[in-house]
């Protein structure tokens, strides 16, 4: 399984981005989709998952409410839509795919497969 994350780039405070996530093979459909960020200096952090029944899980803290992620099946393409965005949203997202259960979803050592990255910067 390869993943293949694109859409960064720089957007000022208050715009929108849409991250796009294309997960290679024919066991999309198996796989937890999870997008994580990771800040310069920081931890990588947990943004938002779809998993493989549909479920959709966010961290609720900071981002529930401006980001949506969904799914398209016939693309093997996850999106996530990030609105109102924010300086402290500026990081290095990244899209994963593994298999966790529901209660552990938000922990990224739990994925098998990483996408490369890519870059969104907001600015003030």
């Known amino acids: 399984v390869q993943l293949q994350a694109s859409g960064g780039g720089l957007v000022q405070a208050g715009g929108s981005l849409r991250v796009s996530c294309v997960v290679s093979g024919r066991t999309f459909g198996r796989y937890t989709i999870a997008w994580f960020r990771q800040a310069p200096g920081k931890e990588r952090t947990f943004i938002a998952a779809?998993?493989?029944?549909?479920?959709?899980?966010y961290d609720s803290d900071s981002v529930k409410g401006r980001f949506t992620i969904s799914r398209d099946n016939a693309k093997n393409t996850v999106h996530l839509q990030m609105n109102s965005l924010k300086p402290e949203d500026t990081a290095v997202y990244s899209c994963a795919a593994g298999n966790p259960i529901s209660s552990a979803t938000m922990q990224p050592q739990l994925y098998y497969y990483w996408g490369q990255g890519t870059q969104v910067t907001v600015s003030s």
């Open positions: 779809i998993r493989w029944n549909g479920e959709l899980i």
